[in-house]
């Protein structure tokens, strides 16, 4: 909480979502996926206090109820594009799922897939009370808070700025010119950080993870050429016009409490935290705010044709690209010089946005992925 202590207004609106997500069991195998301890004691901790069963937790006394969505967990959190109504229906014809049990399920480990990108995204550690708080020799990378910065040249940083501000200061895009197949080519361009340059997730050794999942999986890039799968166009299937509605079909207000808190996170701004200084120029950051999140519908496999797609390079270093796959599909995978080496000079609270608009577009996504193979099942 005290990440998103700076953004009240997005708080308050990411608990209403968090509580009426939360209120059934769930969270701790999702939190397993991405080997987020911090997530994973939390929901443990909180599981136990309310009078959970311990043996649930420890394998083999898992809820085979709850091991059947292994495939569909992993599927989510490395490859959403894969998901299909096939996989669905087997939870729903032969595991005992009914369609509303489902979406509840579903909803859980979209959040806390989410909520990984935001721990490891910003350095949370531990608390001291949790297990994970206390090992010796822990072998994982020290988090944001603890490491030392090492930067790049400060001079490129601030070049880096100032051409950003440039930029967004002539904004003169219009959309209504936007030529199809031109955009598609930029739609295809615009992904150019590769799984080598972003590296292979690490190994947490928490013995606790071993027991939730059998799948072996890793995060592939889209590959918009694949005869396997297929673009997911927003204009056929979106979230206020389809996603929302479905959601709450099953969960009564929850798909509106999502479109509020996608909504607050794309608009906030300095205005929405502080108050403007007198004589302080004003800038419109709704241009950077965008390319972000359509930048991770982009490598989620999803695009919206009346976007254009060459504003993601034209407002996107490469550094905050690859933080911003590293947050989606690496989440364990962050380093604090990924934090603190965006490519343009921002302040915490500014990094701390950048993370949140990743990690809800990609909630956002993986919830329409969901949504629609639920639709054909």
């Known amino acids: 909480m005290q990440i998103l202590a700076p953004f009240p207004q997005f708080l308050e609106k990411y608990l209403r979502c968090f509580h009426r997500t939360f209120e059934q069991q769930g969270p701790i195998p999702a939190a397993s996926r991405f080997q987020c301890s911090y997530l994973f004691d939390l929901f443990k901790f909180d599981f136990l206090l309310h009078g959970g069963n311990p043996e649930w937790i420890k394998y083999p006394y898992r809820s085979e109820k709850l091991f059947?969505?292994?495939?569909?967990?992993?599927?989510?959190?490395?490859?959403?594009?894969?998901?299909?109504?096939?996989?669905?229906?087997?939870?729903?014809?032969?595991?005992?799922?009914?369609?509303?049990?489902?979406?509840?399920?579903?909803t859980i480990i979209c959040q806390v897939h989410s909520?990984?990108?935001?721990?490891?995204?910003?350095?949370?550690?531990?608390?001291?009370?949790?297990?994970?708080?206390?090992?010796?020799?822990?072998?994982?990378?020290?988090?944001?808070?603890?490491?030392?910065?090492?930067?790049?040249?400060?001079?490129?940083?601030?070049?880096?700025?100032s051409l950003l501000i440039d930029k967004l200061k002539n904004n003169n895009n219009n959309t209504n010119n936007i030529q199809l197949p031109e955009n598609r080519v930029n739609f295809e361009k615009?992904?150019?950080?590769?799984?080598?340059?972003?590296?292979?997730?690490?190994?947490?050794?928490?013995?606790?993870?071993k027991g939730f999942s059998n799948v072996e999986m890793k995060?592939?890039?889209?590959?918009?050429?694949?005869?396997?799968y297929s673009i997911f166009r927003l204009l056929d299937y979106s979230w206020d016009d389809h996603g929302m509605i479905l959601l709450s079909k099953y969960l009564p207000d929850l798909g509106e409490l999502f479109s509020i808190e996608f909504y607050e996170i794309q608009n906030m701004t300095d205005k929405s935290v502080y108050e403007k200084k007198e004589g302080e120029e004003e800038i419109d950051t709704g241009p950077f705010r965008q390319a972000i999140w359509y930048y991770v519908l982009r490598i989620s496999g999803m695009c919206h044709d009346d976007y254009d797609y060459q504003c993601v390079n034209r407002y996107l270093p490469r550094?905050?690209?690859?933080?911003?796959k590293k947050c989606v599909f690496y989440p364990n995978n962050v380093k604090r010089e990924d934090f603190d080496n965006l490519g343009i000079n921002l302040r915490s609270e500014?990094?701390?946005h950048v993370n949140l608009l990743a990690v809800e577009a990609r909630k956002q996504a993986c919830l329409l992925y969901s949504l629609f193979a639920l639709m054909h099942s």
Not at 219 to 228: A, G, Y
């Open 115 to 161: 909520m990984c990108g935001i721990a490891f995204g910003c350095g949370v550690t531990p608390e001291i009370e949790l297990p994970s708080g206390s090992i010796i020799g822990d072998r994982r990378e020290p988090s944001i808070e603890s490491k030392p910065v090492q930067s790049n040249s400060h001079l490129d940083f601030v070049e880096n700025t």
């Open 350 to 352: 500014e990094k701390v």
């Open 219 to 228: 995060h592939q890039d889209f590959d918009v050429h694949s005869s396997e």
């Open 190 to 209: 615009c992904d150019v950080i590769d799984m080598v340059e972003v590296g292979a997730a690490q190994n947490n050794e928490n013995s606790d993870f």
């Open 68 to 106: 059947s969505l292994d495939y569909v967990n992993s599927t989510l959190a490395y490859q959403p594009w894969r998901l299909k109504s096939e996989d669905l229906e087997i939870l729903l014809k032969k595991k005992g799922w009914s369609k509303a049990e489902l979406v509840q399920a579903i």
């Open 319 to 324: 550094d905050i690209k690859s933080y911003i």
